[in-house]
């Protein structure tokens, strides 16, 4: 049997003692993003430490709005924070066309990252769904609440459909610009779908994820699609199916039985708790161990259920990797 690829998201960043030292140097994480330099060593940062199999550029969801003029700056301690949209005027002025152009940093560092990357290693692009960068374009911060965009979806469910549909073709061409600049496979993060239920849920997470899954299909076939809707609970399997991933990105929440039924329907990666990668230890490994078990049977690629947590020891992730790394031979063996 194949051995199971593992990455892990957000395994760049603040846990890593080299990611605060360059932080610090460069300035803000925005001016980290945009300088090529930088953001290509970065990305580099755990696959020099770490045995894994995939490298994620180093970006961010947010970069979509920043570059449609919605002024992205990151408060200390606070996340994000965005200029609110305020109706239809403000929709009216995005343009999707810019997103490309205006990122070229993010190009430049993926054409750099592919250079230096050994061949075996995979490199990820990736984009914010529409409806996640939705919420934060609207509520103008993170938090988890988002109480306009909630009010909207109520008041003026046709304005977020609009404004919706400017994002699918943004964040489109965003993906299809990171493939021609080395990208070999890219990640939709639908990271506040669980606020989505029912109805709601297939308007706005799957109705965009399938014209974005379509668009970047049609444009640069082969490369692996994957979809994240985190929080999609019982509405994992409809995702697949009616949005046309490749790979689903399965949250902690899920549980082993019900992951391995998804698998059915095709490859699956996740789900470890970010918590017990922290944690570590013996819960770790174990942890890490019922998921592969759980998955021996269909394709898998290892990975948390959500993010790298800040305070995680790096040694942890080295212990998880090895973990993931030892299954395999046991298996083969
Ligand atoms: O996975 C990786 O290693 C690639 C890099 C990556 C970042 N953000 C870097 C980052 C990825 C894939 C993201 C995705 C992202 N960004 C999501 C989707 C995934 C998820 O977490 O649900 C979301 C919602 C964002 C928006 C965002 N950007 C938030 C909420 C924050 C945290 C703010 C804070 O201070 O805690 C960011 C900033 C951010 N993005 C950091 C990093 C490494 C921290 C920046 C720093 O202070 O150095």
Same mark, same amino acid.
């Given at each position: ?35 090529? %330099? ?20 180093? @970006?961010?969801? #947010? ?14 301690? &606070? ?7 305020? !109706?239809? +005027? ?29 061949? &075996? ?18 509520? !103008? ?9 909630? &009010? ?6 046709? /304005?977020?459909?609009?404004?919706? %549909?400017? /994002? @699918?073709?943004?964040?489109? @061409?965003?993906?299809?610009? $990171? ?8 990640? #939709? ?17 799957? !109705? ?6 379509? $668009?970047? =299909? ?27 991933? *490749?790979? #689903? ?7 082993? +039985? ?6 059915? !329907? ?33 394709? =898998?690629?290892?990975?948390?259920? =959500? ?8 040694? =942890?992730?080295? *212990? ?12 083969? +063996?």
């Amino acid at each position: 049997m194949d051995p199971v690829p593992i990455w892990l998201m957000r395994q760049a960043g603040r846990y890593l003692p080299e990611y605060r030292a360059l932080r610090q140097e460069a300035g803000d994480f925005m001016a980290c993003c945009g300088n090529p %330099e930088i953001a290509t060593e970065i990305t580099l940062q755990p696959i020099r430490r770490f045995a894994i199999d995939a490298a994620i550029v180093f @970006s961010d969801i #947010l970069i979509i709005p920043d570059a449609m003029g919605r002024n992205l700056r990151f408060a200390e301690g &606070e996340g994000p924070i965005l200029d609110p949209l305020e !109706g239809l +005027s403000d929709v009216r002025k995005l343009d999707p066309e810019c997103v490309v152009p205006g990122n070229q940093p993010l190009m430049e560092t993926l054409a750099r990252v592919r250079a230096e990357l050994d061949p &075996e290693i995979a490199l990820i692009g990736f984009a914010g769904a529409p409806f996640t960068l939705a919420a934060y374009m609207i509520d !103008g911060r993170g938090g988890g609440d988002f109480p306009r965009t909630r &009010e909207l979806m109520q008041q003026d469910p046709d /304005l977020l459909d609009r404004l919706l %549909e400017v /994002l @699918s073709r943004a964040v489109a @061409s965003l993906l299809i610009g $990171e493939i021609d600049a080395g990208a070999q496979a890219v990640q #939709l993060f639908d990271s506040w779908a669980g606020l989505l239920d029912g109805s709601s849920f297939d308007r706005w997470s799957i !109705g965009p994820a399938r014209a974005i899954v379509a $668009e970047v =299909h049609a444009a640069r076939p082969g490369i692996p699609f994957i979809g994240f809707p985190r929080g999609a609970a019982d509405r994992y399997a409809n995702y697949r199916d009616e949005t046309g991933i *490749d790979v #689903l990105q399965i949250d902690q929440g899920i549980s082993h +039985s019900t992951m391995a039924g998804l698998q059915r !329907g095709g490859p699956v990666q996740g789900n470890l708790d970010p918590q017990l990668l922290l944690a570590g230890g013996e819960a770790m490994r174990a942890g890490a161990r019922a998921i592969l078990d759980a998955m021996a049977g269909g394709p =898998h690629v290892f990975n948390l259920g =959500h993010g790298v947590i800040k305070k995680t020891p790096p040694e =942890h992730v080295a *212990d998880l990797v090895a973990t993931v790394r030892s299954h395999q031979r046991g298996n083969a +063996s």
